[in-house]
């Protein structure tokens, strides 16, 4: 479904990606784990089309060539990212933050509210506060609203970028759990970028591990968890 | 009653000056910069309707909406032109590119109307007529209502439709908003636009009932940014709290002062607003909206 090709991208003179290959199959969760700094979040900024890419950069989205297209162009081929920071927009109420998400499906009314209530279902506590200004949410909520708002384009690959950070441990199982649920029941495809390696390859099929800019190993959510200097370096040892 | 006739008066110059902060609300929350230009753009829309109206015949209903359209042209060109190539430069020199273009239009003004003063058609009739002991005057009191019209179909416009939600998510998170998959850039221009049209509606409103010659936008310009600093540079709703703050302040100078004071009402409200909030001038802050 989404296939990086030699990725380069550079701030300024900086590279910060080297040439990276990564590979997300429809119906996986693939996460990308790495130290602060490693470039995680460069890796999905590019993809969602907010960072330009260096010469012989290749990224292909469902058949089709995204590598130069813009991220409002991107949304349309049915990607979605909930960005680090969640970036919510703080003085428009939940609803119409969640309506954001849906902006390019104005003509699919019942699709929109359908997937509404299904938003709804699966954050009950987006429903409770639906009328109140982003910036009134506490960080969990926040972030299930940057998940719920990302959801509301209908994607066909959901990409979330840093869920867990700054929230307590259950909100972070919380939401874990729901991207699994996800993942299970509507075949989504997710591709994840954590610090909380632990967690994150708990739920993914696959991961790579980013040090420096360069992919560094790929393996499978399980044998990235039981191998023993991914649990040196970004499990916390032993 | 003098009391009485003075805020009937300062209501309806209060309405317009709203406008005219609402365009600088506009442009500030979605740009991150005051733009100086927008009482020239004021100025723009009342020269048109008099070249539409007074020397091309037009009729009035025809000429105000094609003015309102030039207007929005020129309101596109500034931005195109001095907005667009320095989105990314820092503040000060955006702040200054305004000034700049300020200057521009006026003097253009000037070339072609020279400095003198024009008597301005009535739109809406200036024959006072009395209720008990209050002299009305037919404009004042429609620039009242156009003003209330329009700040509330706007807040409406911004509150409700899928377009105007997007504007506002503009002006707080541009990237966040490019992820939703809005034309951010389209976005910004229809902002600017828009603020633009508020502006000429002003300027034509405000034209009849003001000394009117080529340095109106200045005049203008400044009780609205005065207004726009005064309501907190907030959306809809502060902008119109300033303006009708300062045009009954203007008024009320008039009865225990002299009329020598009502320009400079404005100055000491900026003045006032500059030594007890100076942060809010200069820095683009996420503020509680209130309406």
Not at chain 1, 86 to 108: Q, S, W
Not at chain 2, 165 to 177: C, W, Y
Not at chain 2, 253 to 264: I, K, L, T
Request: proline share 3%; aromatic share 8%; charged share 20%.
């Amino acid at each position: 479904m989404l296939q990086l090709n030699n990725v380069q991208v550079a701030y300024g003179n900086i590279e910060v990606l080297h040439k990276i290959s990564i590979e997300v199959k429809k119906g996986e969760i693939v996460t990308i784990i790495g130290a602060n700094g490693a470039g995680k979040t460069t890796a999905l900024r590019s993809v969602a089309g907010l960072l330009p890419k260096k010469k012989g950069s290749q990224i292909l989205f469902d058949g089709i060539d995204i590598t130069n297209m813009g991220a409002e162009k991107i949304v349309a081929e049915g990607m979605a990212l909930s960005p680090e920071g969640r970036h919510i927009f703080p003085e428009l109420t939940v609803e119409d933050n969640l309506e954001m998400g849906a902006y390019l499906r104005h003509k699919d009314k019942a699709g929109v509210a359908k997937d509404m209530k299904e938003v709804f279902e699966m954050f009950p506590r987006l429903e409770e506060r639906r009328r109140q200004l982003g910036k009134t949410l506490s960080g969990g909520e926040q972030q299930m609203l940057a998940i719920a708002r990302a959801l509301m384009s209908s994607p066909k690959l959901l990409m979330l970028d840093e869920p867990s950070t700054g929230l307590a441990p259950l909100v972070i199982k919380e939401i874990f759990r729901i991207v699994k649920k996800l993942n299970q029941t509507r075949g989504l495809t997710v591709l994840l970028v954590e610090q909380n390696a632990k967690m994150a390859l708990g739920v993914a099929d696959r991961g790579y591990v980013l040090k420096n800019g360069e992919i560094v190993k790929s393996d499978t959510g399980e044998n990235l968890l039981n191998d023993d200097s991914i649990r040196a370096a970004y499990l916390g040892g032993r | 009653m003098q009391i009485l006739q003075q805020l009937i008066q300062g209501l309806s110059l209060g309405s317009i000056y709203g406008l005219v902060a609402l365009g600088y609300v506009l442009i500030y929350q979605a740009w991150g910069v005051l733009n100086f230009a927008q009482g020239e753009v004021c100025a723009i829309g009342a020269f048109s309707l008099l070249v539409l109206h007074a020397e091309l015949g037009m009729p009035v209903y025809a000429a105000m909406p094609v003015a309102v359209l030039v207007s929005m042209l020129v309101g596109y060109v500034i931005e195109f032109l001095s907005f667009r190539p320095l989105e990314n430069a820092n503040g000060t020199t955006r702040l200054i590119a305004t000034i700049g273009v300020s200057i521009c239009v006026r003097n253009i003004l000037r070339m072609i109307f020279g400095a003198d003063y024009f008597s301005f058609p009535t739109i809406f009739g200036d024959t006072p007529f009395q209720v008990g002991e209050l002299i009305l005057v037919p404009q004042n009191l429609w620039n009242t209502a156009i003003g209330f019209a329009l700040v509330a179909l706007l807040n409406l416009f911004l509150k409700k439709t899928r377009i105007g939600k997007s504007m506002r998510a503009t002006a707080q998170d541009k990237e966040a908003a490019r992820l939703m998959g809005i034309n951010v850039r389209a976005s910004l221009t229809g902002t600017f636009v828009i603020a633009s049209a508020l502006g000429a509606i002003a300027g034509m409103l405000i034209a009849p009932v003001y000394l009117f010659n080529f340095n109106i936008g200045a005049t203008i310009g400044t009780k609205g940014y005065a207004a726009a600093v005064l309501g907190g540079l907030d959306f809809a709703s502060g902008a119109m709290t300033g303006g009708i703050i300062l045009g009954i302040a203007e008024c009320l100078a008039v009865v225990f002062g002299s009329s020598e004071y009502q320009s400079a009402i404005a100055y000491i409200v900026l003045f006032l607003v500059l030594i007890l909030k100076p942060s809010e001038i200069m820095s683009k802050k996420k503020k509680v909206e209130k309406v």
